[in-house]
């Protein structure tokens, strides 16, 4: 069984500029959740995405938008990137049955807005 | 809104000693899990332990263990027996039933175990 990836690893971009992370889901998942945890605080959520569609969202501006594709992978975007959105980037994966409410996590992608 | 407060930031043991750490949330929800995740320097989020609302008996997992004082909204972890490997970031979260089934965070506890 595969776990959940993330692409890439680390990332270095500018003030203003746009972004995409990557996320793999666990095998047989098909809800995708994101989440932003700056340095030294807990993760805070972003939105969730269930069989295409966005299903939550938390309280994140409209430049944050994501998408999930049919193999249940998923893209987080942010544009006019800005200084304060350096931080670590979550994908978390779930499925149905009696891991409903368990959410696996990948490894994360830190990205640093300069 | 819910919310999860986590009031040690730090915490430090020696190996093989046992830990508490204290964790208090807020909601109005009836319906919800709460768990304990594990934040090692390799940044992945390992699930450590979880409880359902609904059951009294608290979780155990090997060398962890809840205390879920469901009327006082607390869900304290218990490390027995700590081992080096136990160093690590860990937060309590918060998940409701219904809606969008986000994990509600606390501000993290770093535990060091010292050998």
């Known amino acids: 069984e595969t776990g959940v990836t993330q692409s890439p690893t680390h990332l270095i971009k500018t003030r203003g500029q746009q972004v995409t992370l990557r996320c793999s889901s666990q095998?047989?998942?098909?809800?995708v959740s994101w989440y932003q945890q700056a340095l030294g605080q807990g993760p805070q959520f972003i939105f969730q995405?269930?069989?295409?569609?966005?299903?939550g969202r938390g309280n994140f501006p409209p430049r944050f938008s994501g998408l999930q594709f049919p193999n249940y992978s998923s893209e987080l975007n942010v544009n006019a990137l800005e200084l304060d959105d350096s931080a670590l980037y979550l994908c978390?994966?779930?499925?149905?049955?009696?891991?409903?409410?368990?959410?696996?996590f990948g490894p994360g992608t830190r990205l640093t807005v300069l | 809104a819910q919310t999860v407060t986590q009031s040690q930031p730090e915490m430090s043991v020696q190996e093989a000693e046992t830990v508490t750490l204290s964790c208090t949330y807020d909601?109005?929800?009836?319906?919800?899990?709460l768990f304990w995740y594990k934040q090692p320097p390799s940044r992945q989020m390992i699930l450590v332990i979880r409880?359902?609302?609904?059951?009294?008996q608290n979780a155990t997992e090997n060398r962890f263990s809840v205390n879920f004082q469901k009327a006082a909204k607390s869900f304290s972890l218990k490390i027995s027996d700590s081992q080096l490997g136990d160093t690590a970031m860990y937060f309590c979260?918060?998940?409701?039933?219904?809606?969008?089934?986000?994990?509600?965070f606390g501000q993290g506890t770093r535990l060091t175990i010292n050998p």
């Open positions: 978390a994966s779930r499925g149905g049955g009696a891991s409903y409410n368990e959410q696996f």
């Open positions: 095998s047989g998942h098909n809800t």
């Open positions: 995405y269930y069989r295409e569609e966005e299903n």
């Open positions: 909601t109005s929800e009836n319906n919800y899990y």
């Open positions: 409880q359902e609302a609904y059951k009294q």
């Open positions: 979260a918060f998940i409701q039933i219904q809606g969008a089934q986000k994990l509600v």
